[in-house]
C-alpha cells in the first residue's frame, strides 16, 4: 500500500491517508528552515512547516512519512488508558519524579506543601477546597521542577556545547500538548508537568530539545545525534510516553 494524501482540507489542516485509514493533521506555520511532523502522545498529528513553503511540497513530504505516521498512531494506541483526572482528596496518587506518592490533605493557616516519606501532604485552609489544593501542590511542582530541571539542563547541555553549542536559555511553563521544544529563537522550553517524571527520563525530554540545535527536524542527522549522545533515548521516550499519560 502506498500513501496518499488528499488536498488541503483548510489552511491549517492536511489529511493523510495510508490505505483505507485517514487522519487529519493540523498544519502549523513557523519560522523553522525545515519540516517537522510530530505525532502527540494523545495521537493527535502536527506538521510544522516553514511559513513559505508551499502546500504541495508539504503533502510530498509528509506523504513520504506516512507508514510512519501510522506506526505511531498504532503504538499510542496499544498503551494503557490515560490516568483518570485527578480529584486532589486524601488516598489519592500522584507522580513526583517518576515516584508514586499518597496525598494527604490536612487543615491549617498556613498553607503548603511537603514530603513525609511516602506522602505529598497538602496543608490547606480548607480540606474541602480542592481548587484551592490543586493550586497548592501545582506550585510545589512548579518550584520543583525549576529547581531539578535547571540542574539536569547543565549535565545534558555539556556534551551539545562541547560540539559548539552556546548555551541555550531554559524556560519553564505549562504547555498543553507537549514536553517540550526548542524555539526558533533558539530557546529551549520545558512543561512544567514533566517533573512528574523521573529525572533520567527528564534528561531524555532536554537531549531530544537540544539535538534540534543542530537538526530541527527528526531527520537521520537528528537521531544519529540522539543516539551519540544518548543510546537508549528509544527506550526512554517509550518510558516517558507511558508512564506519563
Request: hydrophobic share 45%; charged share 30%.
Given at each position: 500500500?502506498?500513501?496518499?494524501?488528499?488536498?488541503?482540507?483548510?489552511?491549517?489542516?492536511?489529511?493523510?491517508?495510508?490505505?483505507?485509514?485517514?487522519?487529519?493533521?493540523?498544519?502549523?506555520?513557523?519560522?523553522?528552515?525545515?519540516?517537522?511532523?510530530?505525532v502527540r502522545p494523545t495521537g493527535e498529528v502536527?506538521?510544522?512547516?516553514?511559513?513559505?513553503?508551499?502546500?504541495?511540497?508539504?503533502?510530498?513530504?509528509?506523504?513520504?512519512?506516512?507508514?510512519?505516521?501510522?506506526?505511531?498512531?498504532?503504538?499510542?494506541a496499544q498503551r494503557p488508558k490515560v490516568t483518570p483526572k485527578r480529584r486532589f482528596i486524601s488516598g489519592e496518587t500522584h507522580l513526583l519524579l517518576g515516584r508514586q506518592y499518597r496525598l494527604s490533605i490536612e487543615q491549617s493557616d498556613d498553607p503548603h506543601v511537603r514530603l513525609e516519606g511516602g506522602r505529598l501532604v497538602i496543608s490547606a485552609r480548607s480540606t474541602d477546597d480542592q481548587p484551592h489544593c490543586r493550586r497548592l501542590?501545582?506550585?510545589f511542582y512548579t518550584l520543583t521542577a525549576r529547581a531539578v530541571f535547571r540542574q539536569r539542563f547543565e549535565v545534558v547541555a555539556e556534551p551539545f556545547v562541547r560540539k559548539g553549542l552556546k548555551r541555550p536559555p531554559l524556560v519553564i511553563r505549562s504547555m498543553s500538548k507537549r514536553w517540550g521544544s526548542f524555539t526558533p529563537g533558539g530557546r529551549v522550553v520545558l512543561n512544567v508537568d514533566l517533573v512528574r517524571a523521573s529525572p533520567r527520563l527528564i534528561d531524555y525530554v532536554i537531549c531530544h530539545e537540544l539535538a534540534h540545535a543542530f537538526f530541527p527536524n527528526h531527520g537521520d542527522g537528528w537521531r544519529a545525534l540522539l543516539e551519540t549522545t544518548m543510546p537508549d533515548w528509544e527506550k526512554r521516550k517509550a518510558q516517558l510516553e507511558e508512564a506519563l499519560r
Open positions: 500500500m502506498r500513501t496518499i494524501l488528499a488536498g488541503r482540507l483548510t489552511s491549517e489542516q492536511i489529511e493523510i491517508c495510508w490505505g483505507e485509514r485517514r487522519i487529519i493533521a493540523e498544519l502549523c506555520r513557523t519560522e523553522r528552515r525545515a519540516l517537522r511532523i510530530d502536527a506538521i510544522f512547516a516553514p511559513a513559505g513553503e508551499e502546500i504541495d511540497e508539504i503533502q510530498s513530504r509528509a506523504h513520504r512519512k506516512g507508514a510512519w505516521i501510522f506506526a505511531q498512531i498504532d503504538r499510542i501542590l501545582q506550585a
